[in-house]
């Protein structure tokens, strides 16, 4: 590994710890030519499925876009940063863990709306005001019945 202080590509291992949440293992570095010490992280590479969007473009997944959707659904409400990033991890998560190479934009956005479903209504009818695309206010109030009657939009 390159030292960042002099570029030499020689150095020693000093301590390696594996993180707390068992992703990724740190390594504490010695470069041998100009003797700093400086930190490594080591992580698997994880293959991100492309997203194949309604009209058939295909492009890589992005986490960003979904925290920038769930922060225009969830403004002004009262709803930790922490709690948005953690739903980001899940959907990211369960992505990965599908083992595909493509998947569907729709399959995204209805995760989505599950996990804002269960955080908070106003948030899951704003997204799902310009996920779902309504046509007019009874296809909102339609949606808005389901929510709180308990059921599921595929299932009424």
Request: proline residues 3%; aromatic residues 6%; hydrophobic residues 35%.
């Amino acid at each position: 590994m390159k030292c960042p202080f002099c570029a030499n590509i020689e150095d020693r291992v000093i301590d390696s710890r594996t993180s707390k949440e068992g992703d990724s293992i740190r390594r504490r570095r010695e470069c041998l030519g100009c003797g700093e010490r400086f930190t490594s992280y080591e992580r698997v590479e994880e293959v991100v499925p492309m997203v194949i969007k309604k009209d058939g473009r295909r492009e890589p997944f992005d986490m960003s876009k979904i925290k920038s959707g769930l922060l225009i659904a969830c403004k002004k409400r009262p709803i930790e940063t922490d709690r948005l990033d953690r739903i980001v991890e899940t959907i990211e998560k369960k992505l990965i863990g599908l083992g595909v190479k493509e998947v569907q934009s729709s399959w995204i956005g209805e995760q989505i709306m599950a996990e804002l479903k269960d955080l908070d209504k106003v948030a899951y009818v704003r997204f799902a005001s310009v996920y779902r695309q309504f046509k007019d206010i009874n296809d909102l109030m339609d949606e808005v019945k389901t929510l709180f009657d308990g059921k599921d939009k595929k299932n009424a």
